[in-house]
């Protein structure tokens, strides 16, 4: 693959007692090539994204990202440096508007914000309405976060990680707790944000039907290690994948 080596996971090793939940794991994730990672329940998939976003610390092995040595940096400083997550359950204020948390965040990432700056005088309105725009919620900007559905919540945590202006989003099941009928939809609306802002995913994902619309590349980890790793056509076509994992995750 010719584009660009964003972030490279070298040696991960990773136990937790008797069970090994990174196990050699060497995997490159490229620039605008959106990767996605399945596998069985406990397979280890949640534990590779907790050490690539700075969550665990691995007990051998390295993460680089463009091209620096991030093993075991903390979330905040590998924020700053442009690797943001989406959880399964979004951070969000739910007291707050919509608005409101994506100017809490922008002040955050600016280093500005006190719980005693008042949100009105945050300068980043325009910006934030922008990207609540490319998650397709500006109209629900003034709408307390408490007040709305699953879906929308998800898309105003991917306009949240916007505003920390990632290179890298990993997400944790983004489609997770969303009605089956409006998963299509909520996701297609985050591609399309995240292609606009120029930046890579790597998402866990049970759904089949997702990961084949989604992903430029697969990668299938069992038992904390990673089996295979190609184009979706290629991978989730090959018989021991479909016997393996796809049968026990659809
Ligand atoms: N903090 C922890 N303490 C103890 N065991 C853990 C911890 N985190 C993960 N594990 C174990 O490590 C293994 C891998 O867990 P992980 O959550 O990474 O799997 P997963 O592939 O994301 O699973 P799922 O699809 O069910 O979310 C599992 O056996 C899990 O129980």
Request: hydrophobic share 45%.
């Amino acid at each position: 693959m010719s584009s660009k080596v964003l972030m490279a996971a070298k040696g991960l090793e990773i136990r937790f007692g008797g069970v090994v939940a990174a196990d050699d794991v060497n995997i490159e994730i490229h620039e605008g090539h959106n990767l996605a990672i399945i596998g069985p329940n406990g397979a280890g998939k949640t534990t590779f994204l907790n050490i690539c976003t700075g969550y665990l610390k691995p007990h051998r092995g390295s993460v680089t990202f463009d091209g620096r040595d991030v093993t075991g940096l903390a979330p905040r400083r590998l924020v700053r440096m442009g690797v943001a997550r989406a959880f399964q359950i979004p951070q969000l204020f739910t007291e707050h508007t919509v608005i409101e948390n994506l100017l809490i965040a922008a002040a955050a990432q600016a280093r500005r914000w006190s719980p005693l700056t008042p949100i009105a005088t945050i300068p980043e309105r325009g910006e934030m309405l922008h990207l609540l725009d490319m998650v397709r919620c500006a109209h629900i900007a003034d709408r307390p976060v408490s007040e709305l559905p699953e879906g929308q919540r998800k898309l105003i945590d991917i306009a949240l990680a916007l505003a920390l202006k990632p290179k890298l989003l990993f997400m944790d099941e983004p489609t997770s707790g969303v009605a089956s009928s409006e998963k299509f939809e909520v996701l297609d609306i985050i591609a399309k944000a995240l292609a606009e802002a120029k930046v890579t995913a790597v998402f866990v994902e049970h759904d089949i039907g997702i990961v084949e619309r989604f992903a430029d590349e697969v990668a299938v980890w069992n038992r904390g290690e990673v089996l295979f790793r190609g184009v979706p056509g290629e991978i989730l076509s090959h018989p021991d994948v479909i016997r393996d994992v796809i049968g026990e995750t659809v």
